[in-house]
C-alpha cells in the first residue's frame, strides 16, 4: 500500500469539494429533488473516468459521491476525474456539502492468530476491498476493519467504532459528542483523531485523518 495517491489528491488545487476519508475521496453534493439527484448522478455516470470503484449514492435531497472504497486505492487520475465531477454538479446549480461527508469504520481487534476477517465477510454479506477488511456491496454498510493487535499486550476493546469527517467538521463533533455526556480516553494523537467513550465504556474514535493530514486547519 502506497500514501502518495490520497497524498496527492489532498495537496492538488481546485478539490474543495471534496474531503478524504478512510475509504477514499468523497463528495456529497445538495440537490432540490430526487429527480435532480439522479439527473446529476446521470451526468457523472456519462464523465470520462467513470469506472465500476465509483459510487452513486442518490437521495432526495443529495447525491453522494464515492471515487473509491478505500483510501489506499486513490491514484493521480481520481483528481481530474474529481475535478470534472464538481464541474458537472456546478452546472447543475448542486450545492457541495463537505459538512455531510462522513465515513463509520467498525474496527475489530485481536491478536494475529484470532483475526477472523472471513468470518465477518461471511456473516454480514461483505466483498473483501484489501486483506484485512470488508465492504457492503451495496455501498450502505460501514466498512469493517481488522485491527492486529500486539501479541504481548492484553485485549481490553474488541470492538469500536471509527467515525472518519472532513478536517474542519472533526472539533464540532467532538463538542457535540462531549456535550452529549462522552468523555475523552485519548487524545495524544489530535487532531488527526480523539478516542472518546461513553457511559458504559464502549469506544469510538473521531478521526480527521487523513482528510487533515499534511494541512493546515
Known sequence: ?????????????????????????????RVGSLPESAELAKAIADLPGVSPET????????L????????WELEGRHIDFARA??????????????ASAQEVQLAIAG???DLDVGFWRAVLGYTAMADDNGVDPLGHGSTVWMQ??????????????????????AEGRLAAALAAGGTIVDDSEAPGWWTLSDRAGNRVCIASWPDGAGRPG
Do not use: C, N, Y
Open 111 to 113: 491478536k494475529p492468530e
Open 1 to 29: 500500500m502506497s500514501e502518495t495517491g490520497w497524498r496527492e489528491f489532498l495537496a492538488a488545487e481546485h478539490l474543495d469539494d471534496w474531503v478524504v476519508l478512510h475509504g477514499g475521496a468523497t463528495a456529497v453534493f
Open 55 to 62: 459510487l452513486l449514492t442518490v437521495a432526495s435531497d443529495r
Open 148 to 169: 492486529q493487535l500486539d501479541p504481548a499486550k492484553d485485549l481490553r476493546h474488541a470492538m469500536h467504532v471509527d467515525v472518519s469527517v472532513a478536517r474542519e467538521e
Open 85 to 98: 465531477i464538481s464541474e458537472a454538479a456546478a452546472s447543475q446549480g448542486a450545492i457541495s456539502d463537505r
Open 64 to 71: 453522494t459521491v464515492r471515487l473509491t472504497r478505500d483510501l
